[in-house]
């Protein structure tokens, strides 16, 4: 009987930090997207009271174009791999490549397009007020 408890305590935490990760889903993300986000962590900050620090691995598949959308806190960007091409209000278009980072100011809209044979896989931290979502489709 003490197997079967524990068992069910293991199964019932690991669905409990499975669904951790799936807060605030994004919004420029669907199911046809061929952008996947990947939330690695979110951490309450400290030194910011009232925001998260999030971690996300995203992939963008080979030949695809994300959703045009903003995120309502800043993001921090570096380029693992994959070529794209990215646009961002205000700016010129840039091409990225392995190694590459950037920044993306909070509410501005954006979007990449992958140009390569692989996909493009990016680490990005969100500083973003606690409750507000990832990302929201931008016209």
Not at 22 to 47: D, I
Not at 73 to 81: F, H
């Given at each position: 009987?003490?197997?079967?408890?524990?068992?069910?305590?293991?199964?019932?935490?690991?669905?409990?930090?499975?669904?951790?990760?799936?807060?605030?889903?994004?919004?420029?993300?669907?199911?046809?997207?061929?952008?996947?986000?990947?939330?690695?962590?979110?951490?309450?900050?400290?030194?910011?009271?009232?925001?998260?620090?999030?971690?996300?691995?995203?992939?963008?598949?080979?030949?695809?174009?994300?959703?045009?959308?903003?995120?309502?806190?800043?993001?921090?960007?570096?380029?693992?791999?994959?070529?794209?091409?990215?646009?961002?209000?205000?700016?010129?278009?840039?091409?990225?490549?392995?190694?590459?980072?950037?920044?993306?100011?909070?509410?501005?809209?954006?979007?990449?397009k992958n140009t390569g044979t692989v996909p493009v896989r990016l680490l990005s931290?969100?500083?973003?007020?606690?409750?507000?979502?990832?990302?929201?489709?931008?016209?």
């Amino acid at each position: 009987m003490r197997v079967r408890a524990a068992l069910v305590a293991v199964v019932t935490l690991a669905a409990i930090a499975g669904s951790a990760g799936a807060q605030n889903p994004p919004a420029a993300q669907t199911a046809a997207s061929p952008l996947k986000r990947t939330v690695l962590q979110t951490k309450a900050l400290a030194t910011v009271p009232g925001h998260d620090g999030i971690t996300v691995l995203a992939e963008l598949a080979v030949g695809g174009t994300a959703p045009r959308h903003t995120h309502p806190g800043e993001e921090l960007v570096y380029v693992l791999d994959g070529t794209a091409t990215f646009d961002m209000a205000g700016q010129p278009t840039i091409s990225l490549r392995p190694g590459d980072a950037f920044f993306i100011p909070a509410n501005t809209p954006h979007v990449a397009k992958n140009t390569g044979t692989v996909p493009v896989r990016l680490l990005s931290t969100y500083i973003i007020e606690t409750g507000k979502p990832l990302a929201m489709p931008a016209p």
